[in-house]
DNA sequence: CTCCTCAACGAACGGTGTTAGGTTTCCCAA
DNA sequence: TTGGGAAACCTAACACCGTTCGTTGAGGAG
């Protein structure tokens, strides 16, 4: 009965991304994907243009819960913690897809629509046009280095070979609950320097810049 | 001349780099590598195990070069600092490698026992155990995150379509070179900012912590 | 001169993304 | 009622990928 048909844009998107989230980005072909969805992979090119296109569509349906209002009532300390912590947030739900963003996060349509906001919360909060343009870029480097080098993934395997090697480092993030935490911790421990540090830097603040 | 060997697994590291930093990383082949160094892509497995470990291989050869030697004279501020610089060099120096160095920077060998340098020079200037493992993260963050979401990278391809469409955005990152300099200023920005929040929270700092 | 080692080879296997062309099935118009 | 058309999926194939196998042939050793 192909005139009821069986497959559609997104639910071949939820499809990859539930492939992906359970099998890593290198465990998603067009023929699983297509098999998963019983039908053969030709059939797929029918809805998606190319594998690399759905990819992107699906980096875009992840950004685009990246919520920004938080820069609605001008305090841009608040605005940049609540975009930072649900861009996080949005990134750790599906971690498998994050070395795809990799690839170029800065130019994707939806975040670029994103750092145009918070772009504009920065200046109306006054800051230079420039400065916010940095600050926009820096919450990037937090938020992407966040999401990709994560204690949380891959110690686990070999324990024992950690154990004792590296004299200063923390025994405990080997349990993937501590380092889930340490995660957790170490991203609103950056996030927090990050806009104290900035504080100092802001036209209205008491002492000015200064190393 | 078989006894006289063409092939070496330097030689063939140094290739593989070459290509990766001229066609990107997708660009590398095995067969586009053996063709390059002469030789048939079967001769390869010959000097190297497999693909997936001679990216590990180059991942090494990179991080090795970073230098940590900045908590030498005890400033911990200064450790941290020349850590981050000489770490963005490393990777900005072979970017396209970077996507692949992203799918587990916490758990390479030569990453690790830099981190537990650092560990050690932040636990000797005062800081908590687990708090000098929060910073270590943090300054992952900072690197990782500043070495993938370059402006620098892929903005060109179609300027006109930037312009008008996202008001706020400073125009200006347009331009390579201007985008090269604002991902460099973007990058002291996030880590003179995150440093200076750190030194609110130093144990011997005069105020501690913030709200 | 013979033998033996070993680097590089040719061919193949199973997998990938993608395309061209063919087949089925339904809806709608005549 | 019947035929046309289009949509949805199919089979088959292409070019490429990483990797393995058994072979080849040149050089040094005896």
New binding site residues.
């Given amino acids: 009965?192909?005139?009821?048909?069986?497959?559609?844009a997104s639910g071949i998107r939820a499809t990859a991304l539930a492939i992906i989230d359970r099998d890593g980005l290198d465990g998603?072909?067009?023929?699983?994907?297509?098999a998963e969805l019983?039908?053969?992979?030709?059939?797929?090119?029918?809805?998606?243009?190319?594998?690399?296109?759905?990819l992107h569509e699906l980096a875009g349906e992840i950004l685009e819960r990246v919520d920004v209002g938080g820069f609605a009532d001008g305090d841009w300390r608040h605005g940049l913690t609540t975009c930072a912590r649900s861009y996080r947030a949005a990134l750790a739900e599906h971690p498998n897809i994050v070395p795809f963003l990799a690839y170029g996060p800065a130019h994707r349509e939806a975040s670029l629509r994103r750092l145009d906001v918070v772009h504009g919360g920065l200046v109306r909060a006054g800051w230079g046009r420039r400065e916010a343009t940095m600050i926009a870029a820096s919450l990037m480097y937090l938020v992407f280095g966040a999401a990709l080098s994560t204690f949380s993934s891959g110690f686990s395997p070999d324990q024992a070979a950690y154990r004792d090697r590296y004299p200063n480092l923390d025994k405990a993030h080997l349990l993937p609950a501590v380092a889930a935490e340490l995660d957790h911790d170490s991203f609103e421990l950056a996030l927090a320097a990050f806009v104290d540090g900035l504080a100092l830097r802001h036209p209205g603040s008491p002492r000015r810049a200064g190393p």
Avoid: E, F, N, Q
């Fill in positions: 009965m192909p005139r009821t048909p069986i497959l559609s998603l072909s067009m023929r699983k994907l297509a019983g039908v053969r992979a030709a059939s797929l090119y029918g809805h998606v243009t190319t594998k690399d296109d759905l």
